[in-house]
Nanobody, 118 residues
């Protein structure tokens, strides 16, 4: 099982980006999916998570600006980021709790850089 994230980039403050993450491999079921981020010198933190049924939760810092969604048919999760701020600069990682041939495991994507200059 692999997670492949894409969509990061360089955007001016106030701009938007959309991150995508595709899960592939021997997948029986995907439970929660989410996005985390890690800024230089800081710990990795939760940005948003979404359950298989579509329930969501967000970090307070992104509420009202970011939207997480998923396409269960395509095994994908997305993060629409609007009104980006310099403090959103970080490497963004997708995460998914996946049941495969060897059981339930948490998987991580490789990370995609988002840069919002001050």
């Amino acid at each position: 099982v692999q997670l492949q994230a894409s969509g990061g980039g360089f955007v001016q403050a106030g701009g938007s980006l959309r991150l995508s993450c595709a899960a592939s491999g021997s997948i029986f079921r995907i439970n929660d999916m989410g996005w985390y981020r890690q800024a230089p010198g800081k710990q990795r933190e939760l940005v948003a998570r979404i359950s298989s049924g579509g329930s969501t939760n967000y970090a307070d810092s992104v509420k009202g600006r970011f939207t997480i969604s998923r396409d269960n048919g395509k095994n994908m999760v997305y993060l629409q980021m609007n009104s980006l701020k310099p403090e959103d600069t970080a490497v963004y990682y997708c995460n998914a709790d996946i049941i495969g041939r060897t059981g339930l495991w948490a998987y991580w994507g490789q990370g995609t850089q988002v840069t919002v200059p001050a």
